[in-house]
């Protein structure tokens, strides 16, 4: 039940870590480097921030009950540092 309970857990931080990588790359760094306004970053990099050692923290505690092998938890955990990679793991691993 809890592994269940993880993966739901699990699928929601990959689906806001990888929003917050976009609107991280997509709007607030134009933001600051285009229009001279660097208060974006700050926060929604701070959120990401968050999001991403959450993202990495439950996908260690799938590994067992989801059975990925080492190379499934390397490309899981390496797909927090693409754009769109969080939402590839989820379609493909959960």
Known sequence: MEAK???HIFK???????L???LLLLIAM????FFDM???VSHVGMAHG???????AM???LVKPMEWNLKQTALIMGCSLIPFGPFYVEKKYL
């Not at 929601?12 to 990888?18: A, D, I, P, R, T």
């Not at 134009?30 to 480097?33: D, H, Q, R």
């Open 38 to 40: 660097p208060q974006m």
């Open 59 to 61: 996908a260690l505690t």
């Open 5 to 7: 309970r993880n993966k």
């Open 50 to 56: 968050i999001l991403f050692i959450g993202y990495i």
């Open 20 to 22: 917050s990588f976009l």
């Open 12 to 18: 929601w931080v990959s689906l806001l870590e990888g």
């Open 30 to 33: 134009p933001l600051k480097y």
